[in-house]
């Protein structure tokens, strides 16, 4: 079987812990566009945080942001197929956090939110920094107004060091929203409608692709709706044990280049001939 199109995961996946593509991935990908592989990235970030490293791999289709919350395209620069978070369940939402003392971050149609400074905030105005990204952080500390003033939700991250407080919190919002780890210290909150593999359908389904014609490339639970849909799912060294598990095979950890060694095969083979338990 020939694959047709790569969806990769930023963040733990692509990006090292510099914040960095190495080379042999960024020729890998190069290489992949110019055989005619679809190729796009998916992640948890808002599309401003993306858009420098789309630029850089010099890609042109949409992009899955927010892990599923909406598709932007880079052509149009235009927001698509989006799942915001409604009113009610953000008022709600943003109340429990309140209340249990929960860091969160707001993603929005107008902007990036928070209630308050956090070792989160500041890490995503490093981020922008370091890759020129255009973001606007608000501090808006009355909740009414921060409910009122961020617009369309797409996703509430909660940050906290205290894990076992955050699983126990995923688990409890598991009924009204899509709630998960993307990091052990970090949980993705968006609608119920919003996963990267929902997203990941729509986007296969405008560029006319078989999910069984698709590689995606992952480290953490919020990358497992892809990985249920895809023919060739494929996990970092670095991955999550439940994404791990999930996976046809494992590649070197996200400041490795296994996901272009294996690219490279895959674009010079035509196809993937190789045992689940092989390691690149």
Not at 76 to 97: A, F, P, Y
Not at 252 to 265: A, K, S
Request: aromatic share 6%; hydrophobic share 35%; with cysteine.
């Amino acid at each position: 079987m020939k694959y047709q199109a790569v969806m990769i995961d930023l963040d733990g996946t692509l990006l090292s812990d510099a914040e960095q593509i190495c080379v042999t991935n960024k020729q890998a990908i190069c290489l992949a566009v110019n055989n005619g592989y679809q190729v796009s990235l998916a992640s948890g970030r808002p599309h401003q945080l993306m858009m420098p490293y789309v630029d850089q791999l010099q890609l042109s289709l949409p992009i899955i942001c927010c892990n599923g919350a909406y598709i932007y395209d880079p052509k149009t620069q235009r927001v698509q197929h989006q799942h915001t978070i409604s009113h009610e369940s953000l008022t709600g939402l943003l109340s429990l956090l309140n209340d249990g003392h929960f860091d969160f971050t707001i993603y929005s149609s107008k902007g990036i939110f928070a209630q308050k400074e956090s070792t989160h905030t500041k890490g995503l105005e490093k981020k922008a920094e370091v890759i020129n990204a255009a973001m606007e952080l608000q501090i808006i500390p009355t909740l009414t107004e921060l409910i009122a003033r961020s617009g369309d939700v797409y996703k509430v991250l909660v940050s906290s060091q205290d894990k076992e407080s955050l699983n126990q919190l995923r688990d409890s919002l598991q009924t009204h929203f899509q709630a998960d780890l993307s990091t052990p210290n970090k949980l993705d909150i968006t609608s119920k409608a919003a996963t990267k593999g929902h997203a990941l359908q729509q986007w296969l389904n405008d560029q006319n692709i078989s999910s069984h014609n698709t590689i995606a490339f992952g480290d953490g639970d919020n990358d497992a709706s892809m990985f249920r849909l895809v023919g060739e799912p494929v996990a970092m060294a670095n991955a999550s044990p439940a994404l791990k598990g999930m996976a046809n095979l494992i590649v070197t950890n996200n400041n490795g280049c296994g996901i272009g060694q294996y690219l490279r095969l895959i674009v010079q083979e035509g196809q993937h001939t190789c045992q689940n338990t092989f390691s690149y």
